[in-house]
């Protein structure tokens, strides 16, 4: 059980109550008695009482006595009923070095709810409140669980080869996402979905087209651990134990191949001579006993025996069944070095046994093949985590994770972002007015800052050349905005190179998303924000339907309380060209309702899309602003922002916050 969580919950409602309270009570750091007489209404209730006390009394309790000058009041325990007293029982107060609050917390008495809430804003995470990783990689999952006091993690991530191979794009991806409840503190349950649909990675042999290829599983786990010796806790002497679990997942596996979104006939199928789709839903599972232990405060290693089932052949009633993976017996292992607790390294591997295979490649030859993982867990705080892989895993479910790319064994990489619901935050100061309006960003150079936890951002973009953009974007975290969704039509950006015709045509819909973190923080100590921010999604046009990823690192400088400047390094990997540039913007506070804001993007991989944007802001309200704008940019939305508009725009961003 997260020990430090249930004190901060005690300790939130204590000074609730405090603020209530009439009274201020400065208590000196010494024991005195209750006196429990005053407050029992009834004879009844006083002779159970002195019951109690003569046997207490009378036990072999070697109490200790704790006084004031003058005074002979004797400390000794109530014996309740159905136990029994301690033996060598000492009073003694706990020492500021072991609690969970700083120590003016206790020297100091909140007198409203904005005093109570800073001072449990300054509580800081301690290495316990950090959960160790589920899984080493996909394919190796640990005893480790979200017990009820952490609630649940919410895991995203993409599994894919670094190219697209011969279906071209920036590769093969296959994304899921994972929930993962605490039920106790023994008990986890799970559910899970992920997809791929590009077509295979390599050409295979008498087919005259590549063949598609399609994937989705969905399912539910739980996690059973019947042995649970010393959790693992960092900051005692004592960081020595053991976890054994039970692991079992039942999950619906489709799987097509042939076809072309979901169109029969397109291309053919790897499982039978017909030359149409093949469609089958399957019934999967897996089973797992993995064993953790903890040989130190940072070092943790698994062994995880399994079993995974999967079907031996699919296409039967479809032009002939073909072989495919079929039931494997696998024996996998992993480490965990965590040298900090915001860093850990970790590495595993899982070798099949059989009697199935786990990899074809491109001649349709199955085999059994190893999987291995090794990476780096970046925890911003016990609430989120950053983690990389490479593997050459592709599977991403419970069943299908021992599973090898479609028809190669390549290094690939995996991207995961998790999300703990109940877990202790960052804390820091409370954000003004202007850095509130800093952290809705800009117009096409982002800024450093996000909203504080809690707040959810919406935001919709139109300009008179008929682009229309949306956003909705939460902030889950003092320093982690989510973006939901970003979704909106390009329209009339001129097709001069092989990006605008592939990412900004006027047909279809694009969508992304994504999040950015905060590293460092002025409200921290630090003197600038920086921040990362990453999004992925694809152009739904159904002449392209290709998909790219937007990174950029941000800093913002609040040079002082009427300017604040941004450097914006930003970029895009897609399977066009990897176009990069510089964006830097100032924020210009004119009054107490008005900010200008001028912004420039140096594209340095193709100058000729070099940019700028002008935009005056109205701050309406602490909620409410809004952008009238002039700009050359093709549009607000990620690659836009890398791309040359021939005519000047003009249009407006409204900005909400709640």
Known sequence: MNILLLKRRCLKSLLLLQIL???????????????LEQ????????????????????????????????????????????????????????????????????????????????????????PEDYLPPLRLGMAVPTANQVTEMEGARFSAYQISPFTGGEAGGTGNQNYAARVDYGVSERLQISGFVSEADDPLYS??????????????????????????????????????GRKLA?????????????????????????FNDSGKLVFTRNLVGSVALPLTWNSSAKWQTTITPGVSFLPATQGDGQGGAGEFYGNNVWL?????????????LFSSALMPFGPGTNSFDSNLNFKRVPIYSGGLAWNLNPRISLEGTLTNGWGATPATALLTLPSSNRLGYSARFHYTYDAPDTPQNELSRRQLSLASGGVTVNTALVPPDGTTQLWANVDNEENFFGSIRSSISNIFQLQLTNVGWFNNVPQTNDLATTYATDKGWNWRIGGKAVSLSPLRGAPLWVAGRVTLGRNKDPASNQGYVFAESIQTWEANNWLAL???????????????????????????????????????????????????????????????YASNAAGLMDMGQLLKSLRTRFGAKLSLMF
């Open 203 to 240: 050409s295979i042999v008498n087919r005259a087209k590549l063949p598609g290829n399609f994937w989705r599983s969905y399912g539910a786990a739980f996690q059973w651990n019947f042995i649970n010796s010393n959790a693992f806790q960092s900051n005692q002497n004592n960081v020595r």
């Open 21 to 35: 309270h009439t009274q201020i009570a400065n208590a000196e750091e010494i024991w005195s008695p209750f006196s």
């Open 566 to 628: 941004n450097l914006n390094t930003k970029g895009a990997w897609s399977g066009i060209s990897n176009p990069w540039g510089i964006g830097m913007s100032a924020n210009v506070q004119l009054s107490k309702n008005f900010q200008l804001i001028p912004e420039g993007n140096f594209v340095l991989s193709d100058k000729s899309q070099t940019n700028g944007t002008l935009s005056l802001r109205w701050l309406a309200n602490d909620s409410l602003n809004i952008d009238i």
């Open 246 to 270: 039970f692991i079992g997942s039942i999950e619906a596996w489709e799987v097509g191949s042939g076809g072309s979104k979901g169109q029969d006939g397109a291309s053919p199928n790897i």
């Open 332 to 344: 996998a292992g992993g480490g965990l070095w965590q040298p900090i607790p915001e860093i850990g």
């Open 39 to 126: 407050h029992l209404g009834n004879d009844a209730q006083q002779s159970k009482l002195k019951d109690s006390k003569n046997k207490a009394q009378n036990s072999t309790v070697n109490s200790k006595l704790l006084t004031k000058k003058n005074s002979s009041l004797l400390w000794t325990p109530i014996s309740l009923k159905g136990s029994s007293p301690k033996k060598n029982l000492i009073w003694k107060v706990l020492p500021n070095s072991k609690l969970p609050f700083p120590t003016k917390i206790k020297s100091k008495s909140p007198k409203s709810f904005e005093e109570a809430q800073a001072m449990l804003n300054a509580i800081k995470p301690r």
